[in-house]
């Protein structure tokens, strides 16, 4: 029934891993977003896809690459992997009809140690 | 770039005193929303504002939309301590469904 979910939930790995974080939603829409939030709870996107086509990439380091095999799935591939990539990851999805308030996955916590 | 301030970054009411967060955007918008994120928890959308001046109402929350599309506020009047988590607004511009976050109202409630 979960409407965006995202995997693991909980990530530990050492510096210089690679790791990846899963997202699905059910709900049909067309586009999917992945948003960092810090310690300091902001949130910032980072990647957007429109039916498996990207159409954001903000200034994010080229060791985060997001791949979209369909319109229900965007999955997060982080290379070498660094002390500042701590944080929260939100995969979250929308579709423009009114109102499009986006549904957010419950997050991934990734602690880089 | 697009940027969107929001305070108070935090805010510490008793139970029963009203609460007010306040958003401005450094462009003119298309529609804000307002999202709730309860702490450890998820950003859950509350409501989208789109017309110059509007105002919405959620029970004991009141949205409002400046008339130069501009600025926001979420009013909530008689807190509860189920109200609190982070208030966070967040606004697109033009056809966009890009939205641009807001760094949130921390809100905490003494019972």
């Known amino acids: 029934d979960t409407a965006v979910s995202q995997t693991p939930k909980y990530l530990v790995t050492q510096m210089g891993n690679d790791k990846s974080i899963k997202c699905e939603q059910n709900?049909?829409?067309?586009?999917m977003y992945w948003y960092k939030q810090d310690s300091k709870k902001f949130l910032k996107i980072m990647f957007s896809?429109?039916?498996?086509?990207?159409?954001i990439n903000e200034t994010v380091p080229n060791r985060f690459s997001p791949k979209s095999p369909d319109k229900a799935h965007l999955n997060l591939h982080i290379n070498s992997l660094e002390l500042g990539d701590s944080a929260v990851y939100f995969c979250?999805?929308?579709?423009?009809?009114?109102?499009?308030?986006?549904?957010f996955g419950s997050g991934t916590r990734l602690t880089v140690v | 770039g697009q940027q969107v301030m929001q305070i108070p970054q935090y805010q510490h009411v008793q139970e029963g005193e009203d609460f007010t967060t306040y958003c401005n955007s450094s462009?003119?918008?298309?529609?804000i929303q307002w999202y709730k994120q309860r702490p450890g928890g998820h950003p859950v959308f509350l409501i989208q504002?789109?017309?110059?001046?509007e105002v919405k109402k959620q029970k004991r929350l009141t949205f409002q939309f400046g008339e130069a599309k501009k600025n926001s506020s979420l009013h909530i009047t008689a807190t509860q301590t189920t109200d609190v988590g982070t208030y966070f607004c967040?606004?697109?511009?033009?056809?966009?469904?890009?939205?641009?976050f807001g760094k949130g109202t921390k809100l905490t409630v003494n019972p």
């Open positions: 979250a999805s929308s579709q423009l009809r009114d109102p499009w308030g986006y549904t």
């Open positions: 709900l049909g829409h067309d586009t």
């Open positions: 896809y429109n039916n498996k086509e990207l159409i």
């Open positions: 462009t003119t918008l298309s529609n």
């Open positions: 504002l789109v017309k110059s001046g």
């Open positions: 967040a606004g697109s511009q033009g056809g966009s469904e890009k939205l641009v």
